[in-house]
């Protein structure tokens, strides 16, 4: 190892570290990605609470307060809904009926889909490394615009531990 490496060792991994979380997101969209393997039909159930809405919320918007929502739960095992906790698919029902209902109250053409599939880290699925069958799946929403067809994803339970918003699915 050269001089230079071994004396600034330290401030070369602080420095990483640094750049890393500055660039989370990119860095994240570059080297994960998910395969969406099942849908789930919408299911209409009222979990949210009643609230006075600007009338023309955007996209953006109802993705963001839709986040805020989904950030009061704590992740957990299993789901329990009284207690405020959820795993990736509690999390993934919570967002996809809450973002339904500002859609439907809003008139928009933006629906959310809770999907099943598997992540990849470059090209490697990195769920086959778990033998416990809670972790050879993730959970996460499709947001799909039904006059489109143009769709963007998001993770609401990474988005909870990470800030991390959008991440890609493949084919």
Not at 52 to 76: G, H, P, R, V, W
């Amino acid at each position: 190892m050269s001089k230079i490496v071994k004396k600034y060792k330290f401030l070369l991994i602080f420095l990483l570290i640094i750049v890393l979380l500055l660039f989370k997101n990119e860095v994240f969209y570059l080297l994960f990605s998910y395969k969406k393997v099942q849908n789930f039909s919408e299911q209409t159930i009222s979990i949210r609470e009643k609230q006075q809405f600007i009338s023309d919320l955007d996209l953006e918007i109802m993705i963001n307060e839709t986040l805020n929502y989904t950030n009061k739960l704590s992740f957990a095992y299993n789901n329990d809904y009284y207690k405020k906790k959820a795993n990736c698919s509690g999390y993934a029902f919570t967002f996809q009926n809450y973002f339904n209902s500002l859609a439907k109250e809003r008139n928009s053409i933006y629906r959310a889909f809770h999907v099943r599939g598997v992540i990849y880290f470059l090209s490697f699925n990195i769920n086959r490394l778990f033998k416990d069958p809670f972790f050879k799946t993730h959970y996460y929403i499709e947001i799909k615009n039904m006059k489109t067809n143009e769709t963007i994803f998001i993770d609401p339970s990474l988005y909870d531990y990470t800030g991390i918003k959008f991440i890609k699915s493949c084919k």
